[in-house]
């Protein structure tokens, strides 16, 4: 049964610092792509960041580029997201995501269906 926990989100002041953990274990996590998406209130879950399942590639929304940054340890089955510089448009609830195919080349995806394992995610406030 694959899953995916999320942790690290809370309450932070604008320009602070947070770091999202997610624990993956039901499959075999160093062959799938991995991604952050979030969603805020009253919007669409979108894209944040992605990795590829051998590190070679990274990939990042625009909005995040620069200030996000993922990672991911495939001995631990842990993929993280360091978030620095955060800002209130920021604030979301933050979900972990691992691809829908196992060692799939080139960028990591960005579409919801390009992923089909998701945590329950966790939440991220960043006050101004």
């Known amino acids: 049964q694959v899953q995916l926990v999320e942790s690290g989100g809370g309450l932070v002041q604008a320009g602070g610092s947070l770091r999202l953990s997610c624990a993956a274990s039901?499959?075999?996590?160093?062959?799938?792509?991995m991604a952050w998406f979030r969603q805020a209130p009253g919007k669409e879950r979108e894209f944040v960041a992605g990795?590829?399942?051998?590190?070679?590639?990274?990939h990042y929304a625009d909005t995040v580029k620069g200030r996000f940054s993922i990672s991911r340890d495939n001995t631990k089955n842990t993929v993280s997201l360091q978030m620095n510089s955060l800002t209130p448009e920021d604030t979301a609830t933050y979900y972990c995501?691992?691809?829908?195919?196992?060692?799939?080349?080139?960028?990591?995806?960005?579409?919801?269906?390009?992923?089909?394992?998701w945590g329950q995610g966790t939440q991220v406030i960043v006050s101004s």
């Open positions: 995501a691992a691809d829908r195919f196992e060692f799939r080349t080139g960028v990591v995806g960005v579409r919801l269906r390009d992923f089909n394992s």
């Open positions: 990795i590829t399942w051998d590190h070679t590639n990274t």
């Open positions: 039901g499959f075999m996590f160093s062959r799938y792509a």
